[in-house]
């Protein structure tokens, strides 16, 4: 069975600075996809960036981009500038024929 | 439509009553998925559907919990004889396939069990 895991519950980032999320995975399967959703007290869910798994390019979408280490089974985010709206629970999760969501990490940008 | 629409956005619920959620997806897509969060936040599948069809329903608590997805009608959650436990917020999502495409999810609707 697939697993997902952030080992972060919570972090915090100053504005404008650089923040980095965890994620690592567990999976026997080959061909898969990886996304970051994030959920802000709205709890609307929004995608914030996808990774296929046969794709070695690392996914980058304005300021958030990813590290992907397939080998390594880790998928971190990174989010560059951070902005106070970017204050949110990230939710890594994994995709196979269903979603494996992440227990999430929760994330304060301080002004 | 554009959006996954669900109803209500609240439901208030005495424990042993019924409840039920209703989930419109995206026009086009023919895979539905529908999830329970709770108050730590984590996310649990329940079940899913290609088009009218169960597609997995490996995470459904099957006592209690039923779902459907008829055509030309929304999709529907339903909860007999809820308990405090039931307590959550239940997203439904939608996508064109069950692996490789971004699910949509809707705005999710809050269940409160007194």
């Known amino acids: 069975a697939q697993t997902v895991t952030q080992s972060q519950p919570e972090m915090s980032v100053q504005e404008a600075e650089t923040v980095t999320l965890s994620c690592t995975y567990d999976?026997?399967?080959?061909?898969?996809?990886l996304f970051w959703y994030k959920q802000p007290p709205s709890r609307q869910m929004i995608l914030v960036i996808r990774q296929e798994a046969y794709k070695q390019q690392n996914a980058t979408e304005n300021r958030f981009s990813v590290n992907f280490q397939k080998a390594a089974k880790s998928f971190s985010l990174k989010i560059s500038d951070s902005q106070l709206g970017d204050t949110a629970m990230y939710f890594c999760?994994?995709?196979?024929?269903?979603?494996?969501f992440g227990p999430g990490t929760s994330l304060s940008v301080i002004p | 439509g554009e959006e996954v629409a669900q109803t209500p956005k609240h439901l208030v619920r005495g424990e042993g009553q019924k409840a039920k959620l209703y989930c419109a997806p995206i026009k086009g897509h023919s895979y539905v998925f529908w999830y329970q969060q709770v108050l730590k936040n984590e996310f649990k599948f329940l079940i899913s559907f290609q088009n009218e069809n169960v597609f997995d329903e490996t995470g459904m608590p099957k006592e209690r919990f039923s779902a459907k997805c008829l055509p030309n009608s929304p999709c529907s959650l339903e909860i007999q004889a809820t308990k405090l436990e039931d307590s959550a917020v239940y997203f439904c999502a939608s996508s064109q396939s069950p692996g490789n495409y971004e699910q949509y999810f809707g705005p999710g609707t809050r269940l409160t069990v007194t």
């Open positions: 999760a994994f995709i196979y024929d269903k979603v494996i």
């Open positions: 999976t026997s399967e080959n061909n898969y996809y």
